[in-house]
């Protein structure tokens, strides 16, 4: 057997298909379009439509080289040498083409003739009663039947859930020889170690499962098989794990030179490069693929395994931010064939470097914290840790669970998870009630109501006003067969202009009329999933019935503002691209007729300079009245015309890019200006960042811009005649009145710390002595904390072994500083606790430092008596 690269083993695979009449696809994104799950887990989940039948492929046979991201088992990534987060699964796949009998000679043939495993170490399983795939791999591929292994459903049955498709699996192990056994001699196929070694799965679905459990025979039968990249590396190249072969070697090179450590030594070392290597890749092809930190979703997840590896890193002892310094080398090893490494270097660059940074700062808080509570739990006898302190762990540091856990785990304590989950619900809740009242004008209906449907006709783009028919009517998530006068209710119609809200852009709102004297108001346009446009209305006169013909009349005024918008979006992408460079992509926007956002990828807030480049630069391609193109193509050929894609979005066959000549292309389904010189003006209004490596502008055009302009101007006019000065002259005169303004506050702060410390004397003579510690108190009206601060100075400083407690009141609040010197702190003293503990007997809360600290409260009245209480506090401190 001829030692293989990845790279070339990979190529072998899909050349080898492709002669077989399969299409070969490049990878698919990380991105599923799929939402019951986060990434794509296995080569087939591009195409599940496919096999449940849901939409009809173009081609019956296809292979690929799938990008896939697993998180299930994460805590064994680094712990074995074959667990990974991101891996490579080869596939071929049959859309009711051939079946067992091809896809077990295609095997075969291509890890034997091709690869050039030995035959005689090659073992399928079956599934216990398919007789067919006996048959096939006996008599037709020429297996011995003693090396034809039969296993139960758990590993030799494959479906997508407890319904639907799915079917038996064949699967094929080969025995890499004794040198890999782990010595039992009870060592054979089902052995969990190294030496018989899974290496392709077949799965033949040929059965539908109904709800009572029953299969039934497909009438398309389909295949579909998965086999790992880098395991075939590893048994091509000879090696005993993945991490040995080429596909990471470079990788666990690099990691192992920046941790200074020599892998292969055992133990933790070599898990924290093995973490290191296999993270680095699925952090960076994640963010390739539009997914960016966060808390919820695949953003979670992205930063849980980022910081994983940072944990790592800085368990051997790296301390300062070391993942970037690997990209160079995966881009080596991997940018041909995945070109978006290259695309989106500096993006990739510029979020790992960010998130490194920021969970360093908060790495070294939470774990002491964490290591603290760790330390209670045992010193009480405990051996678990509370999931509320889980929770606000994540909370306020933003630990995953996961690392919480994997901490608790290595000092022998256990989390409780179920408290965890408890609290994470409570946020959830208050994050779908905010949701609920942002989302509350969606329109919401059973989309099954409308299966029966033939899709909708758009002819918004060369229309604002055209005749449909009425297909169906929905009252109350009822459907009816007419609407009354006055109702609100859901329409569907054959066709029509109104744009319903997709990509960013808001739907459409306008009318609808019909004979005799009916009209409706259109509220709301929306798309569903299945492609019926969907109006809101509130019919104003008459009765609309199913199968009424109305025209249907989009107001063309807001229509207008929309397009402006939106063309803006497309002159804002490209300009923000040439400021601020090419790792800029869009991350999700809003077009309305008032305001549009963008959201894009970028990791700092853009300067007062840069901000001003950009709308130069969009100002100018107004002005040069530039007509908008649309051509109706494929994907290739946009790509060839440059058109920039959403990294989230979906595309079918056909695409319709919008062009500015010469200056950008995007692919778009939203309306548009006929010239750009019909925006007419264009402002940034605000620019702010909305989560790692994530910026957000909202701006305006046309009209609304003008309108800004307008109350802008108004305002200045208005600050000239509060201020007596000309427009030229308002900053001059705004900061000499500034100025003027530091010079009263400075003198009012000099007046009350002369008051407050008249007042010192008479503190020190009324001090208590608590167990040898001077407590000096005093209660202020209104005076600030860092004046109170100044005062317990004072204090501190004339007096050893000293406490001081001093308040101000105010008409709703009393604000604490406790200030506390080394004698009284070395006897036990810590004035953050004491702060705390005083604000709470009026309600309160705060803490700070063991010698200053700062609190406060909303009970004024018992301000003396909490002081007084301070005494007993103080004491129990200090024994």
Not at 55 to 79: F, L, W, Y
Not at 85 to 97: A, P, Q, R, Y
Not at 235 to 257: I, N, R, Y
Not at 577 to 599: C, N, T
Request: proline fraction near 4%; charge should be negative; glycine fraction near 8%.
């Amino acid at each position: 057997m001829q030692a293989r690269s990845g790279k070339e083993l990979r190529e072998m695979f899909l050349s080898f298909f492709e002669s077989k009449g399969h299409k070969r696809y490049p990878s698919f994104s990380l991105v599923p379009d799929d939402p019951s799950i986060l990434f794509t887990i296995a080569g087939m989940v591009p195409f599940k439509p496919y096999f449940l039948g849901q939409k009809t492929p173009e081609v019956t046979r296809a292979t690929t080289s799938q990008k896939c991201v697993r998180t299930n088992d994460i805590d064994n990534v680094g712990r074995t040498a074959r667990h990974h987060t991101f891996f490579e699964m080869l596939g071929n796949f049959s859309f009711g083409d051939y079946f067992k009998k091809e896809a077990s000679l295609f095997a075969w043939e291509f890890l034997t003739e091709r690869v050039g495993l030995d035959p005689d170490r090659l073992y399928p399983t079956i599934y216990k009663d398919d007789e067919e795939a006996f048959e096939i791999w006996n008599k037709v591929v020429g297996v011995p039947a003693n090396r034809i292994y039969r296993l139960g459903e758990e590993d030799n049955f494959w479906s997508v859930g407890p319904v639907g498709p799915c079917g038996p699996c064949s699967e094929l192990i080969y025995d890499q020889g004794p040198e890999f056994s782990c010595g039992s001699p009870d060592c054979g196929l089902e052995c969990d170690c190294d030496r018989y070694l899974e290496v392709w799965n077949l799965v033949f679905m040929q059965y539908n499962r109904d709800e009572e459990g029953n299969l039934n025979p497909l009438p398309k039968k389909n295949i579909d098989t998965g086999m790992g990249l880098e395991r075939l590396a590893s048994v091509v190249q000879q090696v005993k794990g993945d991490f040995e072969t080429d596909l990471f070697k470079p990788l666990v090179a690099k990691a192992s030179s920046i941790m200074g450590v020599k892998y292969g030594s055992g133990g933790r070392e070599d898990m924290a490069v093995r973490v290191v290597s296999d993270h680095l890749r699925a952090v960076a092809f994640m963010i390739a693929d539009g997914i960016m930190p966060s808390n919820e979703g695949r953003g979670y997840v992205l930063r849980r395994i980022l910081r994983r590896a940072v944990r790592y890193g800085r368990l051997a002892g790296v301390e300062r931010p070391f993942l970037t310094e690997l990209l160079p080398v995966l881009n080596e090893i991997m940018a041909d064939p995945y070109e978006e490494l290259i695309l989106h270097k500096n993006l990739i660059e510029q979020v790992i470097e960010q998130e490194e940074l920021r969970f360093g700062r908060t790495l070294e808080q939470g774990t002491t914290l964490l290591e603290e509570e760790i330390r209670n739990v045992k010193s009480s006898g405990g051996k678990t840790l509370s999931g509320v302190v889980a929770f606000e762990l994540y909370d306020t540091f933003g630990f995953p669970f996961e690392l919480t856990e994997e901490i608790c785990k290595e000092a022998g304590v256990e989390v409780k998870f179920e408290e965890f989950q408890k609290e994470m619900e409570k946020q959830r809740e208050r994050a779908r009630a905010a949701w609920a009242k942002s989302e509350s004008n969606k329109i919401e209906m059973d989309e099954g109501l409308l299966k029966d449907l033939e899709p909708s006709e758009f002819t918004g783009y060369e229309k604002e006003e055209d005749e449909g028919k009425v297909l169906a009517v929905v009252v109350d998530n009822e459907k009816e067969e007419a609407c009354a006068e006055g109702q609100e209710c859901y329409v569907v119609l054959n066709k029509t202009p109104f744009y319903g809200e997709k990509g960013g852009q808001v739907g459409d709102e306008g009318v609808l009329e019909w004979q005799p004297g009916g009209r409706a108001k259109v509220l709301d346009t929306q798309v569903s999933s299945g492609g019926h446009y969907v109006h809101k209305v509130r019919v104003e006169s008459g009765k609309l019935k199913v199968g009424d013909f109305v025209v249907a009349k989009v107001d063309s005024g807001r229509r207008k503002k929309i397009k402006a918008h939106h063309t803006s979006t497309h002159l804002l992408h490209e300009a923000l691209i040439r400021v601020l460079g090419d790792h800029v992509r869009q991350a999700g926007s809003l077009v309305a007729p008032d305001f549009l956002r963008f959201d894009f990828t970028h990791v700092k807030p853009m300067t007062k300079d840069e901000i001003k480049e950009v709308e130069n630069i969009v100002f100018g391609v107004i002005t040069d009245n530039l007509a908008l193109e649309t051509h109706i193509t494929n994907i290739e050929e946009a790509k060839k015309l440059g058109a920039k894609a959403l990294f989230e979005e979906k595309y079918g066959d056909k695409v319709r890019v919008i062009v500015v000549p010469g200056y950008s292309a995007e692919l778009c389904g939203g309306t548009h200006v006929n010239r750009t010189g019909d925006i007419g003006v264009f402002k940034i209004v605000k620019e702010e960042g909305i989560g790692a490596g994530l910026r957000r502008i909202t701006a305006l055009a046309s009209d609304a811009a003008f309108l800004k302009f307008q109350e802008q101007a108004e305002k200045l006019d208005e600050l000239s005649e509060i201020f007596e000065a000309e427009e030229g002259q308002l900053k001059e005169k705004a900061l000499s009145l500034l100025e003027q303004r530091k010079k009263l506050q400075d003198e009012v702060e000099r007046l009350n710390v002369e008051k407050a410390q008249l007042a010192v004397d008479e503190m020190l003579q009324k001090a208590v002595e608590v167990e040898g510690v001077l407590l000096c108190s005093g209660i202020f009206d209104e005076l600030p904390p860092n004046v109170l601060r100044q005062v317990g100075d004072k204090i501190r400083n004339s007096r050893k072994s000293s406490v001081t407690i001093l308040a101000s009141k105010t008409k709703d609040q009393v604000t604490f500083v406790v200030m506390a010197d080394k004698d009284a702190m070395a006897k036990g003293v810590h004035a953050g606790k004491l702060a705390k503990s005083i604000a709470q007997l009026l309600g309160g809360g705060g803490g700070g430092r063991p010698d200053v600290a700062q609190a406060g409260a909303k009970k004024v009245d018992g301000v003396k008596e909490a002081l007084n209480k301070a005494i007993d506090i103080l004491r129990e401190m200090i024994r």
